[in-house]
């Protein structure tokens, strides 16, 4: 049974920090290109950040970039998003997704993390 597991997700001021994690079972993690998105009420889901399978390539929407980090570790089946000089505007629920890297048809979702930020 595959499972992805957010954790990491809360209250914090604006200019504050969060790190997401999300715990993979189920799946050869390694063979997966991991994915952060987030939907914010009325509003639609859209991309955050990306990184490969190995975590040679990352990349980013332009509304965080040189605010979020995306990395991983395959020896933890475990994907991570740094989020630093955090916004009103970044307020969501954050999903991780696991996409097969020969068969993309294949993927996952997790259930998702709420961010607030607000003072």
């Known amino acids: 049974q595959v499972q992805l597991v957010e954790s990491g997700g809360g209250l914090v001021q604006p200019g504050g920090s969060l790190r997401l994690s999300c715990a993979a079972s189920g799946i050869t993690f390694s063979r997966y290109a991991m994915s952060w998105y987030r939907q914010a009420p009325g509003k639609e889901r859209e991309l955050v950040a990306a990184?490969?399978?190995?975590?040679?390539?990352?990349n980013y929407a332009d509304s965080v970039k040189g605010r979020f980090t995306i990395t991983r570790d395959n020896t933890k089946n475990t994907l991570y998003l740094q989020m630093n000089s955090l916004k009103p505007e970044d307020t969501a629920v954050y999903s991780c997704?696991?996409?097969?890297?020969?068969?993309?048809?294949?993927?996952?979702w997790g259930q998702g993390t709420q961010v607030t930020v607000s003072s």
């Open positions: 990184i490969t399978s190995a975590g040679g390539s990352t």
């Open positions: 997704n696991a996409r097969h890297l020969n068969y993309p048809q294949i993927h996952y």
